[in-house]
């Protein structure tokens, strides 16, 4: 299992049955991705157009070889949901939901270690490959497929830059969402390693924001890269000690600073936009050299 | 949610730490009640929640029940950080004969909780040299074991009773950041007083998304009474100092709002994020509340992915026709049903920027102006 989806991975759906878990299952299916099955506790036995829904994961690897899961659930039960996934054999976990525990998170990495699982977020808008597969929430009729890599930890904004970028006349290779939480599991480096070894992918737009450290370490594994990096962090006014929204984005005792990340992510080799409307032209003259 | 000095204590006391004889007062009388009572000399800490507290003269020491009132006096009449202090809480003096440091964190990028200890205490602990803090990183599936604290104890320089008590506090503080979900626990300094070793000051960050599991925690940060209400509807809010109102969806996406509007040369008045799926009365209750606090302009910018652009026109319309949007409109829409939201604006004489840096130079243009309607039909 890699995190390149594709028309073939077999998709579950955990919360199917919810507002949005309805709602974006439907989404992906209309967008070519097979999913093939659904959980909600005690609604096992119905179906969410034309999707089963069953009352555990292991009747969805079973009957339906499963081999993927976007987790819809509400955050005090993400835990739960995930463990039962990684139990039940399943390797990529898509964590939709916000608002999960960081505890919880912390556990349910330990476990996807002890087992190999891939882990996307939590708060995370998913994984896109364009005209391909997507799983997660994004809004799929902005993308076309095309030869620049995405990654970001905010939802919108990613959305902006990629709409962005094709209005250019530019395409997405992929696009994945590592989360908005102060942990989470893919990091930047997983995806940019990804990136560099795929051969639809030229370039890569990496969208960070203020908080922790995630863009600086992303910035020691640019300086090893051979494809060009343009990188765009937002927060540049945001004050110290607020979280702002993201419960990853705040600026705490002088660390996380947006001058601290943007001059490692230059001298890590990155082209550094100052805004996101700046992204397309630094794209046009990476790929020009 | 960090929690005030008295209420981290007291949790350090539910988990069996040592803590200082101490009361929390609110008044001159209490104070001298309290020093006389304990009988001994005592310190008064204001009870706030920035950083720097002693530098702004929040501690102060008093010999005697009669200067614990005047120092009372002056700590209840004072600011710290922008903030009244309201609250003081009155301690025992400590003799202490050296001072340590001991926190837990959680390192991002090993995802797992880090215990942190130096050797120096007392002070912020990112003014110690790195080479002189102590790490002991915890795999949460086993927990904190003694002999890594053991260790810690050994390269801190402590040996003894002593020593034995740090370990035994450490280990009480990691099962309190897991019970508890903190993110953060710092005891600074980790005083040691004869042959006790006490936690004379102490720092409590607890993991809000968990609230849902720890239904008595008090909540310290609600941001007045506009923060109170949009954070009840479920959204996403930080008041500022500028002049312009600033509603967007998503989190990185506001945060680019407000850097396009500084970069104009106008400041965000607030950080409001409106996405995750917030229906049109949730984003117009918010949108009427923000109207509320007064600003020179309103500057909503919109990428619509799952917030759809036609359900949005439609809240801002129906907003506008309310009447409470006295301040000038400079809106932003662009993405999901992008033609059927600029329609309805239309309709009602409002209309709307394609791209984010247009409407942020219009919306710092209008502050420039003093706010002069543009975007209206009168």
Wanted: proline share 4%; net charge negative.
């Amino acid at each position: 299992m890699t995190i390149r989806v594709d028309e073939k991975t077999k998709v579950l759906v955990q919360g199917i049955t919810g507002h949005q878990g309805a709602f974006h299952a439907l989404r992906m299916m209309e967008y070519g991705t097979r999913v093939v099955a659904g959980t909600s506790p005690g609604k096992g036995g119905e179906s969410i157009d034309g999707i089963p829904v069953y009352e555990t994961v292991e009747a969805c690897v079973q009957r339906h070889g499963a081999n993927a899961s976007a987790l819809f659930v509400p955050a005090p039960f993400v835990k739960d949901a995930a463990f039962e996934a990684m139990g039940a054999g399943i390797r990529l976990l898509v964590i939709v939901s916000e608002h999960v525990p960081l505890h919880d998170t912390l556990d349910i990495l330990a476990y996807a270690k002890d087992t190999g699982s891939y882990v996307v977020g939590p708060n995370t808008f998913g994984i896109i490959v364009p005209e391909q597969c997507k799983i997660g929430i994004m809004p799929d009729h902005i993308y076309r497929s095309g030869s620049i890599g995405l990654v970001s930890r905010s939802g919108t904004l990613s959305y902006e830059i990629a709409y962005s970028l094709v209005e250019d006349g530019w395409g997405i290779s992929m696009a994945v969402g590592i989360g908005g939480d102060a942990v989470v599991g893919l990091s930047y480096i997983d995806v940019l390693k990804w990136m560099e070894q795929d051969e639809e992918t030229e370039a890569i737009t990496l969208i960070g924001e203020i908080g922790g450290s995630a863009e600086e370490e992303a910035a020691e594994f640019i300086k090893t890269m051979r494809k060009p990096v343009v990188a765009y962090v937002a927060g540049q006014t945001a004050p110290e000690g607020k979280r702002m929204g993201h419960a990853g984005a705040i600026i705490e005792r002088g660390r996380g600073t947006y001058r601290a990340k943007c001059e490692a992510l230059e001298e890590g080799g990155a082209q550094v936009a100052a805004f996101p409307w700046e992204v397309p032209d630094l794209v046009r003259q990476c790929l020009a050299i | 949610m960090r929690l005030y000095e008295y209420m981290a204590k007291n949790m350090l006391a539910d988990y069996g730490i040592p803590i200082p004889k101490s009361r929390v007062v609110t008044s001159v009388d209490e104070a001298v009640e309290t020093a006389d009572d304990f009988g001994v000399p005592v310190v008064l800490k204001a009870q706030v929640l920035s950083g720097g507290r002693g530098k702004a003269g929040g501690i102060q020491f008093a010999e005697t029940p009669r200067i614990a009132g005047e120092n009372a006096q002056t700590l209840l009449a004072s600011e710290i950080g922008g903030h009244r202090v309201e609250t003081l809480l009155v301690e025992e003096r400590l003799d202490i004969d050296r001072e340590w440091y001991l926190g837990i964190i959680i390192d991002t990028a090993s995802k797992s909780p880090v215990v942190m200890a130096s050797a120096q205490g007392g002070v912020e602990i990112e003014t110690v040299p790195d080479r002189n803090i102590f790490r002991a990183t915890i795999d949460t599936k086993w927990g904190l074991f003694r002999y890594q604290m053991r260790a810690l104890t050994t390269d801190m320089g402590i040996s003894g009773v002593a020593a034995r008590q740090v370990q035994t506090i450490a280990i009480a503080l990691y099962r309190l950041f897991r019970r508890e979900d903190a993110l953060m626990a710092e005891i600074n300094p980790l005083a040691l007083c004869g042959d006790e070793v006490v936690a004379a000051d102490a720092r409590l960050t607890l993991d809000d998304d968990s609230r849902f599991r720890h239904r008595d925690w008090p909540d310290t940060e609600a941001f007045g009474e506009i923060g109170a209400r949009i954070a009840e509807l479920g959204l996403s809010y930080v008041p500022l100092a500028g002049d312009v109102a600033v509603l967007a969806n998503g989190a990185g996406a506001t945060m680019a709002t407000m850097d396009a509007l500084a970069h104009f040369g106008a400041d965000p008045m607030n950080f409001l994020d409106v996405g995750g799926g917030a229906d049109r009365e949730k984003m117009g209750e918010a949108l009427r509340l923000l109207a509320s606090t007064d600003p020179k302009v309103i500057l909503i910018n919109v990428f619509g992915g799952i917030t759809r652009c036609d359900e949005l026109a439609q809240m801002v319309v129906d907003a506008k026709a309310s009447g409470v949007l006295e301040a000038p409109l400079v809106i932003r829409l662009s993405g999901t049903n992008e033609d059927e939201g600029r329609d309805i604006l239309e309709a009602a004489g409002l209309n709307a920027f394609n791209h984010l840096d247009q409407a942020a130079r219009r919306a710092a243009e209008l502050v420039g102006e003093g706010g002069a309607d543009d975007n209206s039909s009168g």
